[in-house]
């Protein structure tokens, strides 16, 4: 698309939104992909509407504060750059947008303290447990509170597991095939520890050696999303620091924090030469759980177990759009005896937890949850299968209100040797 | 324009309602970005009634109106009216009925086209017209334009798929044209309204045809080492007699772009391609295939492959739907033609087209319905290059003259719009032309309906960027 954006106008770290606004045809090929869209039906609220606005922005044409709204809605979820056929990439647009846009926007008192909440607690896991159980006293008046507020006191879970603790490493199971290190997350530690777990007893079984690197932290994700750039750089660099660089790779098992360190290249674009070069290091190693599995040869757990299971494969967005991984984590399952593989209808579209979006639009938040535990129910699966614990606990929670809830687990739980009458 | 305003507050709530710069801003084009206009009011009608009110108002006050679907015309048919307001049917988005048994379904304008096959695949049926957008294009636009897609060489464009349209005429008077079977008597009014490009009123429910889905397919790629080696292969297939569902070609410009968006695995080394898909009953499909085989070994075919399941199948169909915005992965820019030659005169046309472009120096992407002679070249130009707009322009215009030079048409499906207003006057006599604008006005008096598109007359749209349009600097259009 034409467009008269001065290149002087930007700093070197957001120079990068240009190139997608250029490539971007106005097609709308994006727009029943995108939640937004498909939930409000108006250009605004599309991501070619956003590319223009934008672009109409950067142009000097439009102020910040007018299209705040409708860059606020976005999920992020990236299902525009799935269905984009001129491959713009949105992604490198939409986050470094909200983090230009963030400097010179004015956020009322309780907007600043939601965010500062959020950014306190969840990254935290040990902040987070205690806010979970002081969410806990407030459920009764939740819906007194304002918006966002209330939301994050209603998903707050009921109870939580109790704290695991991860060792420093562990070793392969027979013939070493290679090295990696986990990254344990933040809210995943506290919501499901379970899945660090699967995942560390999966990897050691196909003969990887695992590593946690003790001072590791949030990856930054969720800052970067929301326009926080400065706080996601210092989460990253602590990260830099603490994690090897001699592994073969390093492991997530949360799409939302793959494709957020997968994105600190763009990250720390136009900054300190040597960090780039660090992040550039850094984000060439970060693969998925499922992505790094199929790569080097998943060997399935053997089973004397004949039961059969239906299990419906719900894509995470920063997994199947932002990573583009979707047949790995699907071959792996299909690996597995027993396991019989479903797709609910509509794929493509965001469950509407996305980060923090649950809290911060909770009401397209609940239409996009209720939409895809409906398509997830059409399937007649047992268990449900996903690859980022955002999408777990929303598919949870919408699942609340259903007869007989089905379980919902990361894919990883469905590859690790337990026993199946456990997994239903 | 104060007083209609306020009526229109009236009406919608504010939800529904755009005024603001925010929400205006996102409306200003379509699928044609080169023309921008802003309209004064953005409305989102939620039932039928509200619109028969919107015209009522846009009539008493005369003030003009473009209804809009998913605004992915080519040709800028939803491109804002100046002092206008935006009719948004993306909310009339229901299957009203579906009667498995008589082969239609009932639809409001704001559906998807997809989405209906999709709700009566069910019943083993389909809805034929397949434009290329037709994931996200409406049924109301595939009306309006007369839409045609890769299939309309066997089963027709939109057209031949309407049996009834209920319509807002623009004063808001309702008219129920033709009726809900497939037998009508009187003038073919639905012929009439159907690509009317939105000049009579806006269609609030259609009665559409649907067929039974073939029972098998074979889709055949044979690659070529010229673009008019496969538009002479078009001519071979025809003649033997057979018509196939479907014949495509895509040069290695839009090979490239397709292969890049969705990889399909078309031949890389393939200059043109040329696609052809058999649907049927399976021992007629089967008998066609073994006639077609023998056709293509006749032609200059370097290689043939053939889809060797249904997933298989999709993806070619993918990438070549694909094509056009895949194109925007070449080049920042392009214009994207619609014209018709007689198929014959398809490898002349080709080879023309090719040597205008290099005499212009501009990349041309061929990606075209060649069963139907319908052509889709794409200029590619890069916007930020002072004069490269005007320069591929004007080789559009070029073109287009070819088209009716060979005897063909300046739109086979795209519609005219505002994009090939100024050529109306080439294809159509003095005497024509009046009798479409007595026409409309005997319907749209005071061409209130999506005024400034298709007929001659009225003001050119404001542009996008830079001054006048390159047409306006020719005298070829002119704003009052």
Known sequence: MLHNISETALTPEYSGMIKPIESCVHCGFCLPTCPTYSTMGDEMNSPRGRIFLIKETLEGRMDPSEIEPFIDNCLGCLACVSSCPSGVEYGELITPYRAWSESTRERSFTEKLQRFALLKTIPHPSRFRAASKIAHFFKPIARHLPKGFGAMIELAPEELPPKHEFKDHYPAIGPQRGQVALLIGCAQQALAPRINAAAIRVLTRNGIEVVIPKSQGCCGSLAMHIGESKEACRAARKNFDAF?????????????????????????????IEEQIQANAFSSKVMDICEYLDQIGFIPPKTNDSAEIKVAYHDACHLAHAQKIRSAPRSLLQSVTGITLLEPAEWEICCGSAGSYNIEHPDTAKELGRRKVANLYDTGADIIATGNIGCLAQIEFHSKDKDTPIRVVHTVELLDEVDRKERC | MKPFLEKLRQLYPSDRLYEDNARLTPYVSDGLTVFREKPIAVVMPLDSDEVVDTLKLCHEFCVPFVARGSGTSLSGGSLPIDEGIVISLNRLNRILSIDPDNRTARVQPGVINAHVSAAV???????????????????????????????????????????????????????????????????????????????????????????????????????????????????????????????????????????????????????????????????????????????????????????????????????????????????????????????????????????????????????????????????????????????????????????????????????????????????????????????????????????????????????????????EKAGIISRM
């Not at chain 2, 008597?185 to 009579?200: A, I, K, Q, R, W």
């Not at chain 2, 109306?424 to 006599?429: A, L, N």
Request: aromatic share 6%; hydrophobic share 40%.
């Open chain 1, 244 to 272: 090897p660089t001699d592994v073969d790779a390093i492991i997530t098992t949360a799409a939302g924090c793959g494709s957020g360190m997968k994105e600190y290249t763009h990250l720390f674009a136009g900054q300190d």
């Open chain 2, 121 to 471: 695949t069910q019943h083993n049926l389909y809805f034929a017209p397949d434009p290329s957008s037709q994931s996200v294009c409406t049924i109301g636009g595939n009306l309006a334009f007369n839409s045609g897609g890769a299939h309309c060489l066997k089963y027709g464009m939109t057209s031949n798929h309407v049996l009834g349209i209920k319509v807002a005429l623009p004063d808001g008077e309702i008219v129920h044209l033709g009726n809900d079977s497939l037998e009508n008597v009187g003038p073919d009014c639905v012929g009439l309204f159907v690509g009317s490009e939105g000049l009579f009123g806006i269609a609030l429910e259609i009665q559409l045809r649907l067929l039974p889905i073939p029972e098998s397919f074979r889709t055949i790629l044979a690659s070529y080492d010229s673009l008019e080696a496969a538009g002479e292969a078009v001519g071979t297939v025809v003649a033997s007699g057979i018509l196939p569902g479907a014949m495509e070609i895509m040069d290695k410009l839009a090979i490239e772009a397709a292969e890049a968006a969705v990889n399909a695995g078309y031949p890389q080394d393939a200059e043109a391609l040329l696609i052809i898909e058999l649907d049927g009953e399976a021992a007629a499909v089967e008998a066609e295939f073994t006639a077609l085989t023998a056709a293509i070994e006749q032609t200059q075919a370097k290689e043939i492959r053939i889809a060797q399941d249904n997933d298989e199948r999709l993806l070619i169909w993918k990438g070549r739907k694909s094509a056009f915005s895949a194109v925007g992965r070449l080049s920042p820019d392009y214009l994207v033609q619609d014209g018709v030659v007689p198929r014959s005169k398809l490898g002349e046309a080709l080879k023309e087209i090719s040597r205008l472009g290099s005499e212009s120096k501009l990349r041309v992407a061929n990606v075209f319905h060649a069963g139907d002679g319908n052509l889709h070249p794409l200029i590619l130009f890069d916007g930020k290059e002072k004069g490269a707009l005007e320069k591929a322009e004007a080789l559009a215009g070029k073109i287009l003259r070819l088209c009716l030079k060979l005897g063909g048409s300046i739109t086979g499906e795209h519609g005219v719009g505002v994009e090939k207003k100024a050529f109306m006057p080439e294809m159509f006599s003095e005497a024509d032309l009046d009798a479409f604008k007595r026409i409309r006005q005997a319907i749209d008096p005071h061409e209130i309906s999506n005024r400034g598109k298709m007929l001659p007359g009225h003001e050119a749209p404001a542009l996008s960027h830079s001054g006048p349009h390159p047409l």
